[in-house]
């Protein structure tokens, strides 16, 4: 236990050493504010971690935000269960396994930089297709294409979660939120184990992923007294502009080298 709290401790150390003091504040401040805007809104954890690890730390992505996401979408999977969709859950699953494979090969043969451009790219896209109100009618065809590219973009860059939640956007939150966290669940182990696999998932990043997800805890219990202070919309409409802004900001690191 001891020699696992030093692991942990020299890893944050050295992340702190990395990144800088600014860096890791950033990194700190988004993974809370991603923990309040999951709680109050449903999403956000990985709308406002991945950018500030994209711009601070990249090669910590994707490991470090899948390890931080497993808690949490296992627990919205266990909380909601009586609300599950199976049959649904089934046909995103058929899709994320071959898109998983598919993002993981991603990772093996695209460097880190490129690898931030795609994350910037992603990123944007899902914000213009939340901010733009984009809806699709949900049948089984859709939901395992979904699945693919969310299993894609998962792998690939941690952010699995805007395809799915674009086909459900008009869909009852009491179902949505276990039935992506079962899916978000198990795809994020096979994920790990298919980045163990070839190489791509070190212990770096997992050190890092469960001090993230320490933090994401850290932002849903704060989120409780401020349920009253803050509106969903405009929670919403915070985290959708942090991540543009995220986004827009890795993309020119990227072309400016």
Excluded: C, K
Excluded at 49 to 67: H, K, Q, R, S
Excluded at 208 to 231: K, N, W, Y
Excluded at 237 to 249: I, K
Aim: net charge positive; hydrophobic share 60%; charged share 10%.
């Amino acid at each position: 236990m001891v020699s696992a709290m030093e692991a942990f401790a020299g890893t944050v150390g050295a992340l702190a050493v990395s990144i800088g003091v600014l860096g890791l504040l950033l990194v700190v401040t988004a993974a809370i504010l991603g923990g309040v805007a999951q709680s109050i809104v449903g999403f956000g954890a990985a709308f406002a971690t991945v950018p500030a690890l994209a711009l601070t730390a990249p090669e910590l992505l994707p490991g470090a935000m899948l390890v931080a996401a497993l808690p949490l979408s296992a627990t919205m999977a266990i909380v909601g269960r009586a609300e599950l969709d199976r049959s649904a859950a089934n046909r995103l699953m058929l899709g994320r396994v071959p898109g998983i494979v598919i993002g993981t090969a991603i990772v093996v043969v695209v460097d880190v930089r490129w690898l931030t451009a795609l994350v910037a790219v992603v990123l944007l896209a899902a914000v213009a297709a939340a901010a733009g109100g984009w809806r699709l009618e949900v049948t089984p065809g859709r939901e395992v294409a979904a699945g693919v590219v969310s299993g894609v973009t998962g792998a690939a860059t941690a952010l699995g979660g805007p395809p799915i939640a674009l086909l459900y956007r008009d869909r009852d939150p009491a179902v949505v939120r276990p039935t992506l966290g079962l899916v978000w669940a198990v795809g994020i182990v096979l994920t790990l184990v298919g980045l163990a696999a070839v190489g791509s998932f070190t212990l770096t990043q997992a050190l890092v992923g469960v001090f993230l997800a320490a933090l994401l805890l850290a932002g849903l219990l704060l989120s409780r007294p401020l349920l009253r202070i803050l509106s969903p919309q405009r929670v919403r409409t915070g985290v959708l502009w942090w991540a543009g802004l995220g986004g827009v900001a890795a993309l020119v690191r990227v072309i400016a080298g």
